[in-house]
């Protein structure tokens, strides 16, 4: 450690200490639920196929679910973690507007043959604005719809991470199960 990095760590101490409040670090492996699930809460039926009474296969259930945790890094009891934030297009409202305004000046300059007569006829600079704010709205609109669509994709690919996960673990808990003699399905 520098002399910079011990003084910070002390200083963080005494503003701990100071607060009222114990400042430690945190060095132990997640800590194993109160009560370990049964195997039903994750979809497993488990037959004692050796004769094990169910005060032994309740410590092997145990015992396994630490290792299973252990082995694969998962613990199925923990909350499932948030979807990630979805990569939503941006730029809609100022693409749409720039479409719009393009498409204006065209549809104002063909309508527009430079006389005084033609009051009420769009120039090329009032279709311009006209378009670039129809464009703004659709831009926007769609980029909108594309956000939701990012953000649906996100949640649907969380939800697949969190069921490979529970698989995955579910696979080693059997195995150690029936690594002791149990029937697992």
Known sequence: MTKMTKTFARCLL???LASGTAVAQDTTAPAAPATTPKPAELGLAVYPGSGQDATQQTKDEGECYAWARQQTGIDPTAPPSPAPAADAPK???VKGAARGAARGAAVGAVGDDDRAR???NLDAGE???A???AG???GRRAQKKAGKQAEAQAQQAAQAQSTASKDTFKKSWSACLEGRGYTVK
């Open 14 to 16: 005494l503003a701990g």
């Open 91 to 93: 730029g809609g409202a």
């Open 118 to 120: 033609d009051e009420g």
């Open 127 to 129: 279709g311009a604005a």
């Open 131 to 133: 378009g670039a704010a």
């Open 136 to 138: 703004a709205v659709r």
